[in-house]
């Protein structure tokens, strides 16, 4: 294998904003910024969707919009069909 040509990989903090959690990951990320984490010294990241704020991993469900584009086709011409 060649000497010097992969990233190098390390523990990283994860910060979920929108869930306000954090966890550590390893990965080949780079960044400059660092927060203290359980008494170490960690790069820093800030992400706004994990498996903490997902809907799918939650289980919240988002309310879909009524007026979708197919409802609204079938409001104006659905009738139109059917004479």
């Not at 190098?8 to 929108?18: C, P």
């Not at 800030?46 to 991993?57: A, G, K, L, Q, R």
């Amino acid at each position: 294998m060649r000497e010097n040509i992969h990233p190098s990989y390390q523990k990283v903090v994860f910060h979920d904003t929108v869930a306000d959690t954090y966890f550590v990951v390893g990965s080949t990320i780079k960044t400059e910024r660092t927060v203290e984490y359980e008494g170490k010294t960690y790069p820093y990241v800030t992400i706004e969707v994990s498996s903490s704020s997902h809907p799918f991993y939650t289980g919240e469900q988002r309310v879909a919009k009524k007026d979708g584009r197919v409802s609204k086709f079938n409001q104006r011409f659905g009738s139109i069909g059917s004479k």
